[in-house]
Structure formats: C-alpha cells, structure tokens
C-alpha cells in the first residue's frame, strides 16, 4: 500500500509537468521515481536522486529538452568472445564502482559485460564529460568537411559575438586542448564555481547561453601557456561547430558517426537554455554504443574506409598536446592521453571509454559514483581495472605464443 502510494503520488507530480514523460519511463526508472530530482543542481542531488536520473536525463521534466541522435539501419554486430579471465573478483569492483554497465571488447569481440544498479542494455545513461571526446571528432569532421578552415582560425572567426571578450583571440586548438588562459573554476563541490552557476545562468536577451555566460570572462594567463579543465569551453566548441556547419551537434553527430558507425539505438544530448546541445556533456546512449564508438575511433573513425576527420588529425587528438601536471598522462584534443599510448573519454560520477590501440582494446564504464563526481578511491580503481585488463589480455598473447612454439 506504501509504495502504492509513493507510485501515485509520483505519477500525479509528473501528470503537472507533462504526461508524456511517464508514460516515457521504463519500468525500472518507474519503480525509483521517488528519488528523481526536481531541481536542476545536478551536481548537488543525493546518490538516491542520481541513481534515478542518470538512466532518464532526457525525461526529467526540469531536464526535458533534448535532440535526438538517429541511428543507422543495421548495428554494428558486437559478437561475443572468450570470457576474460581477470585477477579480481569483477563483481567487488562494480559494487566499489556503484557500477550500472561494465564492457570489455577486445579485437571487435565483446569479451565482458555486465550491468548494475538495476540498470541494462536496453536503456541509456549519460555521459556527462565523455561527450567532450564526441564533440571534439565533430571538430575533426568540420575540418575534413571544410567547415572549418584550421585548427588556428580564432573562435571570433566563426563567434563574432566573443569579438572584445578574453577568447578574441583564442584559437579553435586552443579551445580543445583547454589552454584559453580564461579564468574557469570548474569545482564540483563548490555552488558558486563556474560549472554549477553556468547551468542557472540566464542568458542575455538573443544570445547562446554559453557563449552570454563565457564572454564575460577575464583572462588569467596568455593563451596556450597553462591547461585548466573547462566544460564551459567546450560548450563553446559545440557552439563553433554547430555555426560553422549550419547543423545541430546532433544532426551531424548522427550524419558523421551514429548512423555510419552502426549505433543499435538513438542517443539523445540534452539543450542549453538556449536550445544549443550542451556539448561538454550529457549525452544519453546504450552502454552498447558507447563501446561502439570506441572502436570507430579505435578503427580510425573510418566510414567506408575513409576516416572523416583529416589525415594525422585523429593522432594528433588522442596523444599529449599540452602537460597537466600528472605524470605518465597528458591531454589532447578533448581526449586524456597516457604515455603507452592509449588514451580515454572520461565524465564524471565513473563515465568512461577506454582505448588500447596496441591491444585493440575498448573498455566502457557506466556508474554512479559513491564518493562524488571525483571519487578518490572509484578513479583510482579505475585506473587499477584498466592495467588489469591490460595485463591479462598480455598473458593471453604470451600463453598463445608459448603454445604454438616448437618444442
């Protein structure tokens, strides 16, 4: 009879917002509609609220408006292999990682997938900043496409409305590799850094949200001298592309890489206030397509067996463009690089895809983070589950070759 009530009571505040969106619901997002939150202080809801939402960001109504992401026809087929024999107990990781899906697909053949938090293959979960590395290939694309004419074309080229602000004369390069030298805090923990107060700025009358909150920004250090995390300016990449090839993020998302990539189902990327994809985040996909995107990148981001970004520039985008202070990684073109040459798309609360081109090696994290957007311990672990795999798909190729030697 209680949860009987708490069902109603839920569908009678959804019924206010718009009827639409329960019926929307899957079941299991149903049964936690208690927990869903009603304010947009994403990064301040409780653990409760999160693991309600992240599987439903496009049908929160305060979260509602979104683009869809079309899919091709026919899926990449995603075949089964071997299990991957690994030196940890997987389900004591995922319950550390409070993770809802964990993929391994090792030479094309999905080797590991398991899910958590209730959550499955059927439904979408957010990326959060796993997005930046989609946006960045978009960058890639205009470029091969001739929408943008080089990575050194300043952001006032293509935004003659941040004609005057500090990112004048900022490049497009230096937008990707986070080296503006504008002033950002992007704090998660902190209500009046940048990234909390951007997602409840009101933007001026006519203008971009992002681009109304970010020209008003002071510079703090000459372009291209220091690195500093912005998802603000990659908002701003998204609002650049979107400009200069006269489409929606998600309209040339799904012309570049989800229809030609073979995505199983259509993703959808959450707007700002002002109806632009917010592209240093939140776009929704199967834990699925998140893995297939990964090997798009891993083959090359080829269609047809030419790539749509320029010859070299796929390189250039996962491997060190500027130092962050940590040793063994750097930062590319919106995609975190690590000296053995692999390289990843992280988001917050424990989003990620991992990349091993030595080893043909695709890892997706989807998850919920106990400890925070930037849990101390969860990243760590992370770090662990990826040399694990690692290792163990080395001791596959040295048992291999010991068996097949002459004896």
């Not at 009678?12 to 208690?34: P, Y």
């Not at 978009?138 to 074309?153: F, Q, T, Y």
């Not at 590799?177 to 992007?186: K, L, Q």
């Amino acid at each position: 009879m209680k949860l009987k009530k708490i069902a109603l009571g839920s569908l009678a505040a959804l019924v206010v917002a718009g009827a639409a969106t329960w019926f929307s619901l899957d079941k299991e997002t149903r049964g936690l509609l208690a927990a869903l939150p009603t304010n947009r202080d994403l990064l301040f809801w409780s653990q409760p609220q999160r693991d309600a939402a992240f599987r439903a960001l496009d049908r929160l109504p305060v979260l509602a408006k979104s683009h869809v992401v079309a899919a091709g026809g026919t899926p990449t087929p995603l075949p089964p292999g071997p299990a991957l024999a690994l030196p940890l107990d997987v389900d004591a990781y995922m319950a550390g990682q409070r993770s809802a899906a964990l993929l391994v697909v090792h030479d094309g053949k999905l080797r590991l997938e398991r899910y958590g938090l209730g959550f499955d293959g059927s439904g979408r979960w957010t990326s959060f900043s796993v997005a930046k590395s989609m946006s960045s290939t978009l960058v890639g694309a205009a470029l091969r496409d001739g929408h943008i004419r080089s990575m050194d074309d300043k952001v006032s080229d293509y935004l003659p409305q941040m004609k005057g602000s500090a990112y004048d004369d900022v490049s497009i390069r230096q937008l990707l590799t986070m080296s503006s030298g504008v002033r950002w805090n992007e704090d998660y923990a902190d209500p009046n850094s940048d990234v909390a107060r951007f997602n409840n700025h009101k933007p001026e009358e006519g203008v971009d949200a992002t681009v109304s909150y970010l020209r008003r920004l002071k510079r703090d250090v000459p372009a291209g001298t220091r690195w500093n995390y912005s998802t603000g300016e990659t908002n701003l990449v998204g609002v650049l592309v979107s400009q200069a090839t006269k489409k929606s993020l998600s309209a040339y998302l799904s012309e570049k890489v989800w229809g030609p990539a073979g995505m199983e189902q259509q993703a959808t990327w959450l707007l700002s206030r002002t109806g632009q994809e917010i592209s240093g985040c939140c776009l929704q996909a199967a834990s699925r397509d998140f893995a297939r995107f990964g090997l798009f990148i891993l083959n090359g981001a080829r269609v047809n067996g030419q790539s749509i970004v320029p010859e070299g520039w796929l390189h250039e985008a996962t491997t060190e463009r500027i130092d962050i202070g940590q040793p063994g990684r750097g930062y590319g073109y919106q995609w975190w690089t690590y000296t053995d040459g692999s390289f990843a798309a992280r988001g917050i609360f424990g989003q990620g895809i991992f990349i091993d081109p030595k080893r043909r090696l695709v890892i997706v994290s989807n998850a919920n983070w106990g400890g925070g957007a930037r849990d101390p311990v969860a990243g760590p672990a992370r770090e662990a589950f990826y040399r694990a795999v690692q290792k163990s798909v080395d001791d596959e190729v040295t048992a291999g070759s010991a068996a097949s030697s002459p004896r």
